[in-house]
């Protein structure tokens, strides 16, 4: 059973950082996406299972968001620098078997909880 604990929102103002965390159970294709208050879910980047450069990220997300992952600890880090209000949203890191992040959401069977990232202006 894949398990995804995820953390490390919280309120912060804009312009400071945040690193979110999603400790799975193993290690899988790891991706993080963001869901705002009524919007759609939207993919902010994501990394293979395999070594090396394997990221990606959502054109708009690219400079400011960094996706990594420390395979001892099977977790998966999302930064967020240069934070600004539009990026309030809870957060959701997501994992699947296959070796390439996919963005629709529809590749993914495992899900964290969420955790909530507020920005004040």
């Known amino acids: 059973q894949v398990q995804l604990v995820d953390s490390g929102g919280g309120l912060v103002q804009a312009g400071g950082f945040l690193r979110l965390s999603c400790a799975a159970s193993?290690?899988?294709?790891m991706v993080w996406f963001r869901q705002a208050p009524g919007k759609e879910r939207e993919f902010v980047a994501g990394i293979s299972w395999r070594s090396g450069d394997n990221t990606v990220y959502a054109d708009s997300m690219r400079g400011r968001f960094t996706i990594s992952r420390d395979n001892d600890k099977n977790t998966v880090y999302l930064q967020i620098d240069s934070l600004k209000p539009e990026d309030t949203a809870v957060y959701y890191c997501?994992?699947?078997?296959?070796?390439?992040?996919?963005?629709?959401?529809?590749?993914?069977?495992?899900w964290g909880q969420g955790t909530q990232v507020t920005v004040s202006s």
């Open positions: 193993g290690r899988y294709t």
């Open positions: 997501a994992a699947a078997f296959g070796a390439e992040p996919g963005r629709t959401g529809r590749e993914y069977q495992y």
